[in-house]
């Protein structure tokens, strides 16, 4: 949007994110703040911020722009559009219609508490993820003595999935986890071996194998 003068800008309208905070939307605090019956269901509101996460931690800009399209298609058809607030990195989803050309009008906005604001810098982990990031680096390690390093690559990039989407040990994972894993954040976002991407689902199961060997996992 071109920047204008002030004038320019009191017409048009401002910024999405200078609306919201200029009409009052209530701060983020990690959860997505609905107001009462909310109109994008908690699972969408869920789903965008997943797949927002998954954008910004692609190794890959194909397959960010991927996440983003998808999330994007999604909170469209409860005709509300999604955007990420830098400097407090925040996921925004607010009414389709309270924008005109990509700029809010403040004469549209009647109820603030339709926005939905979702925090994507969630809590300060600190240390808990210092114990999981310990826990997965041992099953890592064990997986490298018993099955070698081809498995050990795997797993590796398992535990990151784990331990930067889930803040969860590996053996913990779920079979919903797994799949996510398997299916959508290995392709886009690990540059395996030809032998690795062949054995990725055997790595992932040798993970139960050596779960009773590592303390703590």
Known sequence: MPEGNEYEREVRGVDADEALDAAGAPDADGSPDVGGAPEVPEAVVDEAERLTRLA??????????????????????????????????????????????????????????????????????????????????????????????????????????????????????????REEFLTEYYPRNVWPSKEQESIVDESVDRVADVSDDVPGA
């Open 56 to 177: 910004e931690e692609a190794a890959v800009e194909a397959a960010a722009n991927a996440y983003r399209e998808h999330r994007d298609e999604l909170v469209e058809e409860h005709d509300f559009t999604a955007r990420v607030r830098e400097e407090d990195d925040t996921l925004v989803l607010y009414p389709d219609e309270w924008v005109d050309e990509g700029v809010v009008q403040f004469d549209r906005i009647e109820d603030t508490d339709r926005a939905v604001e979702v925090s994507l810098s969630g809590p300060d982990h600190g240390a808990d993820w210092e114990s999981v990031e310990e826990a997965n680096q041992a099953v890592v390690d064990a997986v490298e003595a018993r099955f070698g390093p081809e498995h050990a690559a795997n797993v590796r990039a398992f535990a990151d999935f784990m331990g930067n989407h889930y803040l969860k040990c590996i053996v913990d994972a779920t079979p919903g986890e």
